[in-house]
């Protein structure tokens, strides 16, 4: 069974971890949360706090081997919270030299460019962000869904559905397998 790394923090946009999650489950595709501490994070919803949701693992516990693909979900305050910090940025940049599916919604590509994975990439994000990574080099869309090499990038909830097929679809020889 295919494994997908969800790494947060509290203030993640619940709806761009939880509607993806769901969907990577019912694709048959395991799914671990990752943070920063054990316990539980807080997602953002609809400008007040909402859902708590149990940490499976802490950043620096994380073997990128034993995972298939990464997701990082958006909102304003998590990956804000997480480009600042190394391990998790470490972490984006073993997923991208190891070659895996990098998918990143909304605020997420901040990551991404934090990492240093973005030069000559075509990625789309959270129209606020857009100038950070052309600044970071780059070639930034406004499309539902962007692919390049291993990076999945979409810019806000309503793109949650192709945004998760196109990491699901990216999966599917994983998800073959392993029937």
Known sequence: MP????????GFEQSE????RKRLDEAG???????????????????????????????????????DALLLPGG???PDVLRKNNAAVGLVREFDRAGKPIAAICHAPWL???????EGKT??????????????????????????????????????PAFSDTLIARLQPAVAEAA
């Open 17 to 20: 971890l939880m509607e993806p």
């Open 112 to 118: 991404l460019a934090e990492a240093d994975i973005v």
């Open 76 to 78: 304003q305050m998590n």
């Open 29 to 67: 595709i395991d799914t671990t949360i990752a943070s920063l501490d054990d316990g539980e994070i807080r997602g953002w919803k609809d400008k007040d706090w909402g859902d708590s949701i149990a940490v499976d693992i802490t950043v620096d516990e994380v073997a990128v081997g034993d995972y």
């Open 123 to 160: 990625v789309t994000s959270w129209q606020s962000i857009r100038t950070d990574l052309r600044n970071a080099g780059a070639n930034v869309v406004d499309s539902e869904v962007a692919t390049d090499g291993n990076l999945i990038t979409s810019r806000c909830p309503d793109d949650i």
């Open 3 to 10: 494994r997908v790394l969800i790494m947060a923090t509290d």
